[in-house]
């Protein structure tokens, strides 16, 4: 349908044809009441396109498509040929990625060479990660007594509702239609209203893979429309999310009143402690990737630096150093650029307000605390890399997520300080801890509240090892092995054997 697609030409040159309609049983659809939203350039603010948005009508056929084919070919096809089929989807991703990361960037803002090398390079390993688990999900036989057999079958939860977030669309979708896929799920996802597009263009290869119709249905919608009519549909039987500790609040409410299975991956304040001890050059060049890589839009960067006050001063120079070395800002298609605009206006103002409190509450602006006008024609929504010490840990800046290039350097005296201030919050995603003492290292990760902790390093996270939170971080794990625990149902068979009455 040609209305359901555009052509488009990319600011890289790039020239291909954007879906714009909803995907549903493998075909486009335009959405029931014809509402559309607007996707806007974040580097010059100019419009890229407009995609239909899903009411609470289309989400109804999405999961009536959801349904059959989870009645139908898909849950009885044999798990290797789910494989063979994910696999498949795998090398798509591969063969497409330099169209798929031109999109990303294009709609979010982010370096190319990093949603190219970086992006794209862990969407398709976590496909194939979970095409070849596909085949190996398994029960057990547990032994009782002679007079009885019982084993557990694994069985696939139905289907699957997912809304993915707009600082890694793509990365975000592999990370959730993985497993599901792999267990025999069937999806009904929705894209941020954000960042519709690259998704979109992803449904197109999710059909020339192979899949069955209905298998995977994705739609674009607002979240308080579409995302909450997937949250409370009595034909859902699981949701997944990524986003807000506050939206994640509210999707827990609407998912109870059918007492849904539920993943939530949601907000952070991940603390990254450095010691007198640590190797002061590697801890700067981490803690500058664990905040200001993605323009600071990360759940789990690490946005409060704590530091022994032995080293305060000197790590605070270096730091700014780097920030300034590093942190070019410009065109994401730009080889030379590390960091892009904000997502959007609002994330822009979310930002610079952040600045403000900081100003307002007495905390020291060490670096940046502005907009960034410098790129191009001056539009964008580009902020300054920011850096606050002298943070007290009640102020603000401290204990709300902010979500942009902006961090707070705070000092501490020990261990038994810097512990304190780092489980000081209701957040618990990710932590980093940096010292050459091994066995500070570990008992410091054993006592550190949250899901993960990387020690000497900021951020290297791995689709093979589990990734969550605890807190308000979210529940359940996505990625590795962990990852497909969500996803199934545990069946106990009991057969009696010699037990007669």
Known sequence: MSDLSVELTAPNGKKYTQPTGLFINNEWVASSKGNKITSINPTDESEIASVHAAEPEDVDKAVEAARAAFKGPWRDMPSTERGDLMYKLSQLVEENKEVLATIETWDNGKPYAVALAEDLAEVSGCLKYYAGYADKIHGQVIDTSPAKLAYTIREPVGVCGQIIPWNYPLGMAAWKLGPALACGNT????????????????????????????????????GRIAGAAIAQHP??????????????????????????????????????????????????????????????????????????????????????????????????????????????????????????AGKSEGAELAMGGEAYKNVGAGKGFFVSPTVFINVKSTMRVFREEVFGPFVVIVSFKDEEEALEKANDTTYGLGSAVFTKDIVKAHRLARKIEAGMVWINSSQDSDFRIPFGGVKQSGIGRELGEAGLEAYTNKKSVHVNLGTWL
């Not at 209203?193 to 607002?222: C, D, R």
């Not at 409410?253 to 007492?259: L, R």
């Not at 200001?292 to 409060?304: D, F, L």
Request: proline share 4%; charged share 20%; with cysteine.
């Open 235 to 356: 034909g859902i039987d699981k949701v997944a999310f990524t986003g807000s500790t506050a939206t994640g609040k509210e999707i827990m409410k609407m998912a109870s009143a059918t007492m849904k299975n539920i993943t939530l991956e949601t907000g952070g304040k991940s603390p990254l402690l450095v010691f007198d001890d640590a190797d002061l050059d590697q801890a700067v060049k981490w803690a500058h990737i664990g905040i200001m890589s993605n323009m600071g839009q990360i759940c789990t960067a690490t946005s409060r630096i704590l530091v022994q006050e032995g080293i305060y001063d000197k790590f605070v120079d270096e730091f700014k150093k780097q920030v300034k070395e590093t942190s070019k800002i410009g065109d994401p298609f730009s080889d030379e650029t590390f960091q892009g605009p904000q997502v959007t206006k609002a994330q822009y103002d979310r930002v610079l307000s952040y600045i403000e």
């Open 187 to 222: 999806v009904v996802m929705k894209a941020a209203e954000q960042t519709p597009l690259s998704i979109l263009f992803f449904a197109n290869l999710i059909k020339e893979a192979g899949f069955p119709p209905g298998v995977v249905n994705i739609l674009n919608g607002h």
